[in-house]
């Protein structure tokens, strides 16, 4: 019989340009030949190529794609969007390493730092000779970031006086194999939130260290790590100069979330696909699966909230090109496609039966990882409350 793919039922390339089109398919082709191989032998170890890895991906010119100038590609953010979505094609981690370098530690350089510090790292960080990570979350802060411990201290008076950072951040993607960490600490620059501060650390300061966090059963095919900084001296211009309390990491998280929102869609066509394919050809009572009512209404279900998803994000992505997009715009991306994409992946298992339990196919790695996606990046609940704020005018965080 004649049979349509998601993408010409929703005729979703029509919404997209050449240029967008043909960078989607070279980042597809890299991850299905470069990762995808590897990729569940890389979960089952709790091992990646970390470093190896960024340099490829470097080469292929995504990391920091939609950052300009530094030797940043200055894509959209379609683009970006869109590089996103077949990384997390592959696994969410590959996606994450690639959103933590560009859009939370590349960014928060890009955006909020001097020009020394913008010289010195992004060029690397843009090549993958530089990995950077992220440090906002603490053990006991995580949706509430604005309670961080993590303080920064002069030593002496004057604009010229070292920093001394000392604390922990805890979750951190990237940590153990980066070069450069962004970390977000208290300053009594200015009274509460507002004395938060971003500081530059290279990881070979003394007194950094970052061990990393094992046992996870999401997100294996990513390091993810706690930052201890015990009496870390930096030079005054280690400092963000123009990021000022909570408004700088917060920034940097718009940008995150937004790749976030192409990404999570991708690791529900990719159960999808599967899931379609594996019920063309399993016999269950003498006919193949794909055949019974029930399947059908599942994979019709799932193609549904995969299309809509994609056109949330495409539209999305349009607002950031056009400059206007607001972070609540970014939240209703997040909450959805989060959302949905772990429910199709569980879905997708139920087609697979056993078969979907194991790392032959990969609808449970999906499905683990995007317990994670879920929950970083702020969690579903948070984007609901900024949703409920923009639509309420009351703000119900605490
Ligand atoms: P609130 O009073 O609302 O805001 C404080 C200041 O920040 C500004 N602001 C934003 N600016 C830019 N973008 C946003 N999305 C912003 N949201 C708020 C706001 O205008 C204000 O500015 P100013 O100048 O007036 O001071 O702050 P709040 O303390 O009430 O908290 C609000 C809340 C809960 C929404 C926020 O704290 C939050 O988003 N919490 C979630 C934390 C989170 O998402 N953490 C993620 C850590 S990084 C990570 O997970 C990486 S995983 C990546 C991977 O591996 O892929
Ligand atoms: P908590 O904040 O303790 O939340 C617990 C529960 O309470 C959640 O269900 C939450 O939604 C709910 N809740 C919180 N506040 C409210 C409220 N006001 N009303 C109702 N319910 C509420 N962080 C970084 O800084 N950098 C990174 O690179 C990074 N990478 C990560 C990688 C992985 C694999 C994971 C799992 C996390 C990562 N994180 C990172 C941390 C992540 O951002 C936090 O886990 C997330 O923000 C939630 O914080 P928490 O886990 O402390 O949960």
Not at 14 to 39: C, M, Q, W, Y
Not at 227 to 246: H, T, Y
Request: proline share 4%; hydrophobic share 40%.
């Amino acid at each position: 019989a004649d049979t349509r793919t998601l993408t010409e039922l929703f005729a979703l390339d029509s919404l997209l340009s050449a240029e967008e089109i043909e960078i989607r398919d070279t980042v597809r082709a890299f991850g299905n030949k470069r990762i995808r191989p590897h990729i569940a032998e890389w979960f089952e170890d709790a091992r990646i190529p970390a470093r190896e890895l960024a340099k490829e991906l470097g080469g292929v010119g995504v990391l920091g794609m939609h950052l300009d100038g530094y030797g940043c590609a200055g894509m959209s953010a379609v683009s970006y969007g869109l590089a996103c979505l077949e990384l997390e094609a592959v696994d969410s981690g590959i996606r994450s390493l690639v959103s933590v370098q560009g859009s939370l530690a590349m960014f928060a350089i890009h955006h909020w730092g001097s020009e020394e510090q913008k010289n010195e790292w992004l060029p690397r960080m843009a090549a993958g000779e530089a990995l950077g990570c992220f440090g906002l979350t603490e053990p006991d802060f995580g949706s509430d970031p604005g309670g961080m411990r993590t303080h920064a201290k002069r030593d002496g008076s004057g604009d010229d006086a070292d920093w001394v950072l000392n604390g922990a951040k805890m979750w951190i993607t990237n940590g153990s194999v980066a070069d450069v960490a962004v970390v977000w600490a208290n300053t009594d620059l200015e009274e509460g939130a507002k004395g938060i501060r971003g500081f530059v650390v290279p990881t070979d300061t003394p007194g950094f260290s970052a061990p990393e966090i094992k046992n996870k059963m999401s997100l294996r095919a990513s390091v993810t790590s706690e930052l201890v900084l015990q009496d870390v001296r930096l030079p005054a211009s280690a400092m963000l100069p123009a990021a000022r309390g909570l408004r700088g990491p917060l920034s940097c998280l718009n940008e995150a979330r937004f790749g976030i929102i192409f990404g999570a869609i991708g690791a529900a066509r990719d159960c999808l696909e599967t899931a379609v394919d594996y019920a063309s050809t399993r016999m269950v009572f003498d006919k193949p699966l794909a055949a019974y009512q029930l399947t059908q209404a599942k994979i019709a279900d799932m193609a549904l909230e995969v299309g809509k998803g994609h056109l949330l994000a495409y539209q999305l992505g349009r607002l950031k090109d056009a400059g206007t997009v607001e972070p609540a715009q970014v939240s209703l991306g997040k909450l959805n496609n989060c959302r949905e994409a772990i429910a199709v992946a569980r879905e997708c298992r139920t087609i697979l039966a056993a078969n979907g339990i194991t790392l032959e196919y990969p609808v449970i790695r999906h499905a683990n990882n995007l317990e994670s996606v879920l929950t970083y990046e702020g969690t579903s609940e948070v984007h609901q409350l900024t949703i409920g704020r923009a639509l309420t005018g009351e703000a119900a965080f605490r």
